[in-house]
């Protein structure tokens, strides 16, 4: 497929109420689109690194400019066959793995939909029902905190996710264990402690969760590995994994037992299969994480977690979880409850809403 145009968005998506991590907190959630013409066909990619680098060292508005300005160049009147073609394109661009994403997705929706088949079987993957968990924010009020881990427990929710910071970890973690014994718990620490913490998450070891979701920081592989050294409950890498090189490392070293993968966090698809593949291959689990994308990167996400591996559920949140309405259309509803099933039309399934698209536009570029 020879690469036409490329159009990028900078979109401001209102939240219900601000998100708040170990990180900080957000009222919006700011995300780039693409949209990639080539052969007569269009695809749609997202990428969602936050407003502010937070999270990671990328953030939205960056992203925009480094696709504008030398990625989205470099890709116009290519023809681009696979998403390791395209890979390969960008190789030479150090980092920035959320900006390869926005591409990467677009390309890969582009594939399919030249291809007439659905995203989550142009990747590989075979059954179109995705298992989806609870996830909830760091709060202040313990109390509303049970009630809802309690409403989510009775309505089926297959794990509960809770965001562990420093001033809302340990106590409101026991309160919530004791109050629901048996049921899958984790908690996501978003790289807010220290190795110097052990002692922490030596107590945190005797309260039976699944795992510890990167407890220590961003860019760690070796301190993970001596804190899994210690721990029985394992640790699960997020923000830690942003390449196929890291994975390697994290596996050689024995710093995680699962991973959490996300598409923009790795680079794209593209890099997300490789990953998956290796952490098969070394027996560790996979499930797909997400970045409060609208419906159009989250059904990106969603057609990923198809695929073999993908052993623990999703972070996939109904549209009204988060928004009250979605920059993208369909909006995602579950199919029955905790879980999402795939669309079998071609491509990803999902597109922007023309309407919401312009009025939430913070900058837009045309590549021709
Ligand atoms: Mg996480």
């Not at 399919?112 to 298992?131: C, F, I, M, Q």
């Amino acid at each position: 497929m020879r690469i036409e145009s490329i159009e990028l968005f900078h979109v401001r998506m209102p939240l219900k109420e601000p998100w708040r991590t170990a990180y900080g907190s957000d009222s919006a959630i700011e995300t780039v689109l693409v949209r990639m013409q080539a052969d007569g066909l269009e695809g749609w990619g997202e990428s969602s690194p936050l407003a502010q680098p937070c999270y990671s060292p990328e953030y939205a508005g960056g992203v925009f400019a480094v696709v504008r300005d030398i990625f989205a160049p470099r890709l116009l009147g290519k023809t681009i066959c696979s998403g390791e073609e395209l890979q390969n394109e960008l190789a030479i661009y150090k980092g920035n793995p959320f900006a390869k994403a926005a591409l990467d997705t677009a390309w890969w929706d582009l594939h399919a939909r030249s291809r007439g088949l659905p995203l989550y079987k142009a990747l590989g993957g075979t059954n179109p029902v995705v298992r989806a968990g609870a996830d909830f924010g760091v709060g202040d009020s313990e109390e509303q905190l049970i009630e809802r881990v309690g409403d989510a427990l009775s309505s089926g929710a297959p794990r509960i996710k809770l965001k562990f910071a420093p001033g809302w970890d340990l106590p409101v973690l026991r309160k919530v264990r004791s109050r629901f014994p048996e049921a899958t718990i984790h908690i996501d620490c978003n790289s807010g402690y220290r190795l110097e913490d052990e002692g922490l998450f030596r107590e945190i070891d005797e309260l039976d969760l699944a795992m510890i979701e990167q407890p220590l920081r961003y860019d760690d592989i070796a301190d993970h590995a001596a804190l899994q050294s210690v721990l029985q409950t394992p640790i699960c890498l997020d923000e830690s994994i942003n390449s196929v090189e890291r994975t390697q490392q994290a596996i050689r070293l024995g710093a995680c037992r699962w991973v959490n993968i996300k598409p923009g966090r790795v680079g794209g698809l593209t890099v997300a299969l490789r990953i998956r593949a290796l952490c098969e291959a070394a027996g560790i689990g996979c499930w797909v994480g997400g970045m409060l994308e609208s419906a159009l990167g989250a059904m990106h996400c969603a057609a990923l977690a198809t695929l073999p591996n993908f052993t623990y559920p999703a972070d996939l949140f109904p549209t009204s979880r988060f928004y009250a309405v979605d920059l993208s259309t369909p909006e995602i509803a579950f199919s029955r409850p905790w879980e999402v099933e795939l669309p079998e039309q071609p491509g990803v399934g999902a597109r922007p809403d023309a309407e919401r698209l312009k009025d939430w536009c913070v900058a837009k570029a045309v590549l021709r």
